[in-house]
């Protein structure tokens, strides 16, 4: 359901943040403790080296972290639940900008800190005092070659108060300046919005698609070339960050941040590569089954099996999330009931809301999650997804001090994932109706498509733009077009017609402003997938190692956590086991329309 305002939406729909603060008194009074604390911290300049001193000025930054967490989630959620709210924006506006105070004040650690010679900075990692902080400092003495001088990271430190802000007016332009046409449907207006686009391309009229798709690109066509200047500055955000850093490329830097070999980013796109038959093959299975003279891109998010939808309220959605993660156990269950009840989520959509889903962690309060909750199977599975996330970030929350509780992106989507395949292999199980075996496994087949086919041509696309960036190349509009064109056709295959408008799609994906984020996508799925294989086939110690996972938050490197899980990506085969994982569905959806 939407609704037109936010005041109209019942209590029990919207999140709590006063378990944050009880109001924005509250926040005020600790925004004013925090910029009186923070500078506290300069004045360990020069003396980091000193074991003692180092101890307490780690220590002082999480009190002073811990503030951040708790302001910027307060002020982010608040804003995102209304964009076009000025005292919002600005409480949003001014923690962002103190936070980029806060990091020109603290720039001096980093170079220090790897200046502390290569023995002493290891014995300080081996000391037990300094337990919370080994993985940090770890990372210090990994990295020391692209850390900087003390003015240098100042510098860059100040680059970051503008160099960020592509992605946040991104966010404004498409959350609230950029206006969708109204559109008429079954004789009625309806306004377009993100979710009410997302709900009419599952409508069961072509016609109705191609409108909507058409009616809703115009809206981003027109501002192509904003788009294509705000996307290029932040590619050259990204690569100039790189350079400045001595990495070859800003790809490498992105996965040495995120401790992860190259190895893995090259597997996933060598596997897809490897897979797009099957994928061509479900385009063209897609296309006779829906009996159409031409399958196009505003055709592939409908139902092919429309009686058998699982489309529900949000209540019965929450339920049936519920019975598919009961594999996790009790205590998992009983966590996943309490976010239900106790307000910890933004259920409905609103015109001036934040579009999409998110989870948000705040540390020592508990995860919030944002949806814009509409009657499809999608939305049940998005429910499911988030409440992954917010597990991950609760388990970890629980188990690890907070300088190592937050966990690589690399693996933020594993347990989001996981929750979808399980809820997936739940209903595939209980579900004996003909008909919505075959919907489920169409299903299955498009949570592979656009998690792990899709998010890898996206991978790709960011690759390819960056590269042109770095080779001196201008990411005009129309090469970002063209490059991205190259790529649909490549991945869809020739049973697919390539609308013209799907050339544009690059310009609508809030994830490109996080350069190299999405692939983590696919990979996230595929490790999903194997784990919740695992789980259902293994049972109990499967669901251990698991829980095992969900509680590192950062206190080893992503790839090693996930080899706690059971699931091994610097080899062949998780690629292989998803890859075969789409074929076998395939081959038995076409069995059951024969």
């Known amino acids: ?208 698609r191609k409108l909507a798709f058409q009616t809703y690109y115009k809206a981003y066509i027109d501002k192509i070339n904003t788009l294509a200047g705000l996307y290029e500055g932040s590619v050259k955000a990204d690569c100039f960050s790189a350079k400045a850093r001595n990495f070859d490329s800003a790809l490498e830097q992105a996965l040495f941040y995120e401790d992860v070999d190259k190895s893995v980013y090259d597997n996933l796109i060598k596997c897809m590569h490897n897979s797009f038959e099957p ?80 989870s948000s962690g705040v540390s020592g309060v508990h995860p919030y999650m944002l949806l814009n909750y509409q009657k499809t199977t999608h939305d049940i599975f998005t429910i499911a997804h988030e409440m992954g996330h917010s597990m991950h970030t609760y388990y970890s929350g629980k188990a690890q001090p907070f300088a190592k509780e937050g966990y690589k992106i690399f693996v933020a989507e594993v347990a989001s994932t996981c929750n979808e395949v399980l809820l997936l292999k739940y209903l595939l199980k209980t579900q004996t109706d003909v008909n919505v075996r075959k919907y489920l496994l169409q299903y299955y087949l498009d949570m592979l498509r656009t998690t792990m086919y899709r998010q890898a041509m996206f991978a790709e696309f960011e690759q390819i733009s960056h590269a042109l960036v770095e080779a001196g190349q201008p990411l005009t509009a129309d090469v970002m077009c063209n490059e991205y064109l190259k790529l649909n056709k490549m991945y869809y295959g020739e049973a697919v017609t390539h609308n013209d408008e799907i050339k544009y799609e690059w310009a609508r994906i809030p994830h490109f402003y996080r350069a190299f984020y999405v692939y983590k996508y696919a990979t996230g799925i595929i490790s999903a997938v194997c784990i919740a294989e695992k789980i259902l086939r293994d049972g109990v110690p499967a669901v251990a190692n698991y829980k095992k996972f969900l509680s590192l938050g950062g206190s080893l490197d992503p790839v090693s956590e996930l080899k706690v899980a059971g699931v091994d990506l610097t080899a062949q085969e998780p690629f292989d086991v998803v890859a075969k994982s789409f074929e076998d569905t395939l081959r038995e959806l076409e069995t059951l329309v024969k």
């Open 1 to 208: 359901m939407s609704y037109t305002k936010r005041s109209d939406i019942p209590q029990k729909y919207t999140w709590n943040l006063g378990d944050i603060y009880p109001s924005p008194e509250d926040w005020e009074r600790e925004f004013d403790d925090f910029v009186a604390a923070y500078p506290k911290l300069a004045e360990y300049q020069g003396k980091l080296s000193d074991r003692d001193a180092l101890l307490k000025f780690l220590k002082l930054t999480d009190e002073v972290e811990l503030k951040i967490d708790r302001l910027f989630g307060y002020a982010h959620m608040d804003y995102d639940s209304d964009l076009q709210d000025a005292a919002k924006q600005a409480r949003y506006s001014r923690i962002y900008g103190e936070y980029v105070k806060y990091n020109e004040a603290t720039s001096f650690v980093s170079a220090e800190l790897s200046a502390i010679p290569d023995d002493k900075l290891q014995s300080f990692i081996n000391d037990p005092d300094f337990a919370d902080y080994d993985v940090a400092l770890g990372n210090v003495l990994r990295g020391k070659a692209h850390i900087l001088s003390e003015k240098e990271e100042r510098l860059l430190a100040g680059v970051g108060s503008f160099s960020g802000q592509f992605h946040e007016v991104f966010n404004r332009l498409d959350s609230g300046d950029i206006k969708f046409d109204a559109i008429t449907v079954e004789g009625k207006e309806v306004q377009l919005g993100h979710g009410a686009y997302s709900m009419l391309l599952q409508h069961k009229d072509q016609a109705v």
């Open 279 to 358: 994928l061509h093959r479900y385009m063209a299975l897609r296309k006779k089954v829906m009996g159409l003279d031409t399958l196009n891109m505003y055709d592939l998010h409908v139902a092919i099996f429309p009686d058998a939808d699982i489309s529900c309220e949000y209540e019965q959605a929450c339920e049936l999330v519920l019975k598919g993660l009961a594999p996790l156990g009790e205590d998992y269950l009983d966590v996943v009931r309490q976010a239900f009840s106790h307000r910890w989520i933004d259920v409905h959509e609103t015109p001036t809301k934040r579009s999409g889903a998110y």
